[in-house]
């Protein structure tokens, strides 16, 4: 096999697909989580003293589980998944300053939200390994958080999973930013769906759900959700979870959905802390900004597996270097589910 | 200081630019390089067997340097520079393939260069601390690379420093990859150029060196050159270095021009090994592609420090967050200069 350059499905970002070296999962070292036992970790129960007050808690009950916040200086610790603000916000709540700029100096107040979802009252409870239940919560946690910040023009819900991929506390938890600008990696997927399906009369991600089922980057579903390596995967082993139902945000997930991707979530990342162990990645969930329905988009859950380092090559061209093809990652990430 | 959310002299790039944190240069731990002196280097002279034969040689002589390469399965030793084919590369030279493809499944065959310039024989000679003579013969090399690989549609030249930055091998050298597309982040450059120089009738990158020389974002300037930390800095400590001169590609730059990029170079990645201990950076030019002149477009070289991991945000919604905002990087950098 040679070397080929791919463009993605829809977006104008290539990739040199480096089918020439074929890196299989033996083939990158990826050195054991370090944990260091000797710290306190503020994310877990009965260190809650060590963050800011939890503005969601679900809380276990007679019923099942409840929602709760701390009010009163208190803070609960007998939580199943705890939301608090980051206590370094990369942006906050206020309102905006008018700031003075120019024609090639543009520039915006930087407000916003930043928080964090802890995902589990035990430490090493990640989403691969998770009780499907815990998982469950974590969905609902992320659609709660979607509800209570729809006011921003984009609400981002991401997960850094380890040091190297960017994970400062190494307790299960994921992030959210909601910005005050329509970011442009979703700008930019918003058009060229639109361009899509105004000249192909359907979503472009429906068609891939459809086209790419029969191909060897096809790599598991259930009865809501597909998991495949996409076409122009930059990363190598990255892999695209999608809902097969058409919707453009996760805000309308019926019940029965919410518990097919926290099985699906646990389900692929399993596979890929199986077959890599335990890879450092990260994800982003890509939606519709402000809760809106928009018809042309199909939101989906993006994974990036930090297995290489993007260099001076891919910095100053925006072309990436994937040494892995999808399809042998698909086969890869396959056999770990069995 | 708030943060605030600013957005590239041109492109529609945004970045948070985290003022509240203001992370200074001892704020960051850079680890030592590390140099495993135990294997052999295939780039220093004597090993020269262990690569391919070199296309392009600077030979010391009595007229001062000459030019030349190897041939019949001889490897010259006594060379100042030596450039060479990459063992592994991305992209090959050979007639291209015609591929099979529809409209969610793009692709070219993977056809182009990857070559490595070997910046000195001297193992640690990197541009930083290296004689301005030789960083001067480096200059001249890119400009051979470039006017050799005219013929395809783009040629990047960059370099990756330190393990942490991706590159593979200690030994000083740069790297260049002829593609046979445009790389996107060019085109966007040369669109918003473009659109900048029919809307002001003027060049945006000379508008930006007029402009920002008054401000606590410039950082020096010899006869032929400026530094500066621009505004919407991606990177911690990012700069750019610009001619004074219009032009679109280094290959019309003069004899003088070509001396003071090397004073340039030395100084300014002099500084950043100062003040912060030799971290790994990437650096990239951004050129007109194919040696045209382009009059709309001015070449520069983009450096990145990479002292923070890009992580789930920054993957899934294109959007940086720098916490070192340019003002505070340019007075780091401009101290380092003393």
Redesign the interface.
């Known amino acids: 096999m040679?070397?080929?350059?791919?463009?993605d499905?829809?977006l104008?970002?290539?990739v040199?697909?480096?089918s020439e070296?074929g890196k299989r999962p033996t083939d990158f070292s990826v050195r054991p989580s370090e944990r260091s036992k000797t710290e306190t970790c503020p994310f877990c129960p009965g260190n809650e003293k060590m963050t800011p007050p939890a503005f969601l808690l679900y809380i276990p009950s007679a019923k099942g589980v409840e929602r709760d916040r701390d009010s009163n200086g208190e803070r609960r610790s007998d939580w199943l998944v705890r939301g608090i603000p980051n206590l370094?916000p990369?942006?906050?709540p206020r309102e905006p300053?008018s700031?003075s700029a120019d024609?090639?100096?543009?520039?915006?107040?930087?407000v916003g939200e930043h928080q964090v979802v802890i995902e589990s009252p035990r430490h090493d409870e990640h989403l691969d390994r998770a009780r499907v239940e815990q998982v469950r919560l974590v969905v609902q946690a992320y659609i709660d958080r979607l509800e209570a910040l729809s006011k921003w023009k984009?609400v981002?819900i991401?997960?850094?999973h380890r040091k190297?991929?960017?994970?400062s506390l190494s307790h299960a938890h994921s992030?959210i930013?909601a910005?005050?600008?329509i970011?442009?990696?979703?700008a930019?997927e918003l058009t060229a769906s639109k361009a899509y399906l105004q000249s192909?009369g359907s979503c472009?991600y429906c068609?891939?759900l459809e086209?790419e089922r029969d191909t060897d980057r096809f790599i598991c579903e259930n009865e809501s959700f597909v998991t495949l390596a996409p076409?122009a995967s930059v990363y190598p082993f990255e892999f695209w979870l999608l809902p097969k139902r058409h919707q453009s945000t996760m805000l309308k997930l019926k019940e029965g959905e919410k518990g097919d991707l926290a099985r699906m979530l646990r389900t692929a990342l399993g596979s890929l802390a199986k077959v890599l162990r335990d890879p450092p990645y990260?994800?982003?969930?890509?939606i519709a900004p402000s809760a809106r329905e928009i018809e042309h988009f199909h939101w989906h859950l993006?994974v990036?597996p930090k297995l290489a380092?993007?260099?001076?090559?891919e910095?100053?061209?925006?072309?990436f270097?994937n040494v892995t093809p999808p399809e042998l990652a698909a086969e890869s990430l396959r056999d770990g589910l069995k």
């Open positions: 040679s070397n080929e350059i791919r463009k499905y829809i104008d970002r290539w040199i697909i480096a070296r370094y990369a942006l906050r300053r700031l024609e090639l100096h543009e520039r915006e107040d930087g984009y981002s991401f997960r850094n190297e991929a960017g994970a992030q930013i910005t005050p600008i970011p442009k990696k979703i930019n192909k472009p068609d891939i086209k076409w990260t994800f982003g969930f890509h993006e990036y380092i993007q260099a001076g090559f910095d100053s061209t925006g072309i270097i």
